[in-house]
C-alpha cells in the first residue's frame, strides 16, 4: 500500500517531489519494520521449539530416573543406580556413629539412641539401658525384667528382706509403653498411661470412675477406668516425681546432654555410668542429710 503511494506520486509529481520522497521514505519504514518483526516471530517459533526438545529431553531422563529406581529396588545393587541416576536414594548410615539412629523428639529429630531409665520412689536408679528403637514400647517388659533383677539381687542385704517395701509395689509408665500386651504381661503391678496427662488429669476429675471396670472391657479400657478412680489417678500423678527428677539431675547437674563415645555398647556403659554416679550422690546426699520420717 505504502508503495504504491510513492508510485502514485511520482508518475504525479515527479520522483524528486517532496510529496514522493515522503512516501517512499514511509513505503521504506514500513517494509523495514515487516522484516524485522518477521525476524521475530522466527527467533519466537525456534525458542519454543528449543523448549519443547528440553522438556521432552527432561521427561525422558525423569522416566529413565524412574526405571533405574524401581530396578535398584527390585534387587540390582544400588551403587550402580545411584551412580546413573546422579544422586542417591535409600536410607543413610551415620558416618560418625553408625549404630545411633534418627530419634523424634518433641523439638524434632535428633541422631543419637534411646535412653531407658527405671527409677526407685527415692529417686535411685535402679535399671538403666540404652536402644535404638525410636519407640517406647517394646522396651517396657525388659525394663520391668531389669527392675525386678534389681529388687531380687538387693532384697538379701536388706535388713528386712520380707518387709512390702522390699518388692516392687506399682510400676508407673507414660502413654509411650501403653500396649495390651505390655497392660497384659506377666510381672508386677502397673498403671500405664491411655493418653496425655493433661486428659488423663481431666479425665479423672469431670468423669471420675469407681469400682470395677465393665465386665467385657479391653485391657486398654480397663486401665483407662483404673486411672479415672481417685485412687489410681493419685498414683500415677506420682510418675512425674519419680523419675523426672531423675532426668533432670543426670542432665542439668550431671551434663549429660549427648555422649562423648560412639557406638551402641560404648554408650550404653556410658548411661550405667552415669547412672552410677548419680546413685552414689543420691546415696550422699541421703547419708549427710538424712530426710525425715513420713
Known sequence: MAQAIAEGHAAKYGPEHRYTRRA????????????????????????????????????????????????????TPAAAADGKAGHKTGPRRNSTDPD?????????FIQGYNAQLAGSQDHFVVAADLVQDTGDVAQLQPMMAKTSHTADTLRPHRPDPDADHATIGTALADNGYCSDANLTADGPDRLIATGKTHDLTTA?????ASGPPPEHATATQRMHHRLRTPEGAALYKKRGATIEPINGTLKDRGNFRHFLLRGLQACRAELHLAATAHNLRRLHNLLHNPQPAT
Do not use: N, V, Y
Not at 523448549?51 to 530416573?65: L, P, R
Not at 545411633?100 to 524434632?108: A, E, Y
Open 204 to 208: 479423672a476429675t469431670t468423669h471420675p
Open 100 to 108: 545411633s539412629r534418627l530419634m523424634p523428639t518433641r523439638k524434632g
Open 24 to 75: 517512499a521514505k514511509a513505503a521504506t519504514t514500513k517494509a523495514e519494520t515487516a522484516a524485522t518483526e518477521a525476524e521475530t516471530a522466527t527467533t519466537k517459533a525456534e525458542t519454543a521449539t528449543t523448549k519443547a526438545e528440553t522438556a521432552a529431553t527432561e521427561a525422558e531422563t525423569a522416566t529413565t530416573e524412574a526405571e533405574t529406581a524401581a530396578t535398584g529396588q527390585r534387587g
